[in-house]
């Protein structure tokens, strides 16, 4: 402990503590007013040679003890710092003293010091760790907080240059025979490009790349260095660090620090530091990469699984109109399809299925009942055959969902459209005549995928100019809503609404039944919904363009 105002003797001579000055084992020295020593003992004499009694401080010891004594012995008493309140610090040689000041009666301090190296170089050292880990915790979460390829890149180039090195580049694998390089200069902004260039050409790179152990950079020549592994405004190359980006199982590309020429070599613990950071960048780019891909898998699957756009095909006007069971969704167990005819003048045939169960796993199996029937297409006249391969197809399915559906095959005749309607398990479709009438088609059978052998009945139907007929799942008809909450859309409900649509263009029926439906469910919980409408062209066409719109009509 160093000794203070209050237990320090007036003479030179008294003890510190148990020992007198002279034999103190660390330095005092003590000087007058005029920054003159008056006292130095043994171990005060090591630290600054040359000090001793009568000798100028500012000949003997640093600047920094200097301007310390100067402020306490200023001649203005109100302007000295209070007495232990204001301890000095600074180098002596390669060492670091702090000097504590003790102001006595007669216008002299006594200066304590103590060597402090190693506390310093300890404080110093859990400072650089503090600010290691702050970067890398700010590093993660800017990296985590983006599934984009293209950002992590940029986000570890920019990180990296100003605060790992001068410059930094990020190498992606490979894409063909061009390397994607994110390339940043301290300060500046990520560049990117497309090096067609060979890895094998800088030594550790090829092996960074397939993440291999990094090269010690003290191997690596800058003057070796290719032009395109400079980045513009770096200038001459010095010391290079190159460093793999570790991924979840695959290498996510390689990261070179670069320092510029006359710059300091990278010590081993900062190699090992960038390691930690490309740890992290590494994870956080793999991460992305592998969420792109299953983004673009999924986007890829999900345009097979969506319902297709309808339009009037071979002179009969379709319209379609679906929405999933949640609103995160995109598909689910209802569907449907239009399959034109081949020859001029044959049937098309039209599916709207609904399989049992809801979201993505029903979405698959709606995937393989469409697939199956697009094979079954040159049997499609016959209905009952179709859906009977169709029910042994998901009888020998493991883990088989069963389903409803039913079926239509349109032909145009004149200016009629003669209708086949099978239905397997499923609602019979409703006839909306141009006067308003609502008729049920009159079609029934077992559902498809539950019993070795289904039973159906078909029915056959004419639709007048002006005639529609509406397919839908039960999942409008099922709709629970209205005022209360929980009452049931209903078959009635639906035919009103219906009769409300008399000669409407088909897409129009559509979104007047799924506006119908969406208020009457409002935030609730419903069920899948699928409706689809066939229509027979209305009379007096006025115009229409290729066939792929309704024209216009008059009544």
């Not at 003479?11 to 330095?27: F, I, M, N, R, V």
């Not at 985590?144 to 605060?163: G, I, K, P, W």
């Not at 609103?327 to 081949?342: K, L, N, S």
Request: glycine share 10%; charged share 20%; hydrophobic share 40%.
């Amino acid at each position: 402990m160093v000794p203070s105002a209050e237990t320090t003797e007036t003479t030179p001579d008294s003890p510190a503590g148990d020992l007198p000055w002279s034999q103190a084992p660390y330095p005092v020295l003590v000087a007058d007013a005029c920054a003159v020593v008056v006292h130095a003992n043994e171990a005060a004499g090591l630290v600054f040679p040359g000090v001793h009694p009568g000798s100028a401080l500012a000949e003997t010891v640093p600047g920094w003890l200097v301007a310390a004594h100067a402020r306490h012995t200023c001649p203005v008493p109100a302007q000295r710092p209070p007495a232990g309140a204001s301890t000095a610090q600074g180098p002596v040689g390669d060492r670091s003293y702090e000097a504590h000041p003790t102001p006595r009666e007669d216008g002299t301090v006594v200066w304590w010091l103590v060597d402090d190296t190693d506390h310093r170089l300890a404080r110093e050292a859990l400072r650089a760790e503090r600010e290691r880990t702050e970067f890398l915790v700010r590093s993660s979460n800017l990296l985590l907080s983006s599934l984009n390829l293209e950002r992590c890149m940029d986000v570890t180039a920019q990180m990296a240059a100003d605060h790992l090195a001068d410059a930094a580049l990020v190498i992606a694998p490979a894409e063909g025979y061009e390397l994607p390089v994110v390339a940043c200069v301290r300060g500046g902004s990520p560049a990117v490009s497309r090096a067609a260039v060979d890895p094998t050409g800088v030594p550790g790179l090829a092996e960074a790349l397939q993440g291999f152990p990094p090269v010690p950079s003290r191997w690596l020549d800058p003057s070796a260095a290719p032009a395109w592994l400079v980045p513009d405004g770096l200038g001459a190359v010095g010391p290079i660090v190159i460093t793999p980006l570790p991924g979840h199982g695959v290498p996510a590309g390689a990261l070179v620090l670069l320092r510029g020429e006359g710059g300091s070599a990278f010590t081993e613990g900062e190699e090992v530091f960038a390691r930690l950071f490309a740890a992290r960048a590494g994870a956080a780019m793999s991460a992305a990469r592998l969420y792109a891909e299953q983004a673009s898998l999924t986007d890829t699957l999900m345009r097979e699984l969506l319902p297709p756009s309808l339009r009037q095909v071979c002179g009969v006007e379709y319209a379609g109109g679906y929405r999933p069971s949640k609103e995160h969704e995109r598909v689910g167990g209802d569907f449907y399809d239009v399959h034109p005819a081949v020859d001029e003048g044959a049937p098309s045939l039209v599916v709207l299925g609904d399989v049992c169960g809801k979201g993505l796993e029903a979405a698959m199996m709606t995937g393989k009942i469409r697939n199956t029937l697009h094979a079954l297409l040159p049997m499609a006249d016959d209905h009952h055959r179709v859906l009977s391969l169709l029910n042994t197809s998901l009888l020998n399915t493991e883990n088989a969902r069963f389903a409803t559906m039913v079926l239509a095959s349109a032909a145009r005749d004149g200016n009629a459209v003669r209708l086949r309607l099978t239905s397997a398990g499923h609602p019979a479709p409703l006839i909306l005549r141009s006067d308003g009438r609502v008729e049920e088609a009159r079609t029934r059978g077992t559902l498809v995928g539950a019993l070795p052998e289904i039973t159906t009945e078909t029915a056959r139907v004419t639709l007048s100019p002006g005639d529609t007929c509406v397919l839908y799942t039960d999942g409008i008809s099922e709709a629970r809503g209205g005022p209360m909450g929980g009452v049931m859309f209903g078959e009635e409900r639906l035919r009103r609404a219906l009769s409300e649509c008399a000669a409407m263009p088909a897409e129009a029926v559509v979104e007047h039944v799924q506006m119908l439906t969406s208020e009457w469910v409002g935030t609730g919980r419903h069920d899948d919904m699928a409706v689809v409408v066939i229509a027979a062209p209305r009379t007096h066409h006025l115009s229409a363009v290729d066939g792929h719109t309704r024209g216009r009509f008059t009544a």
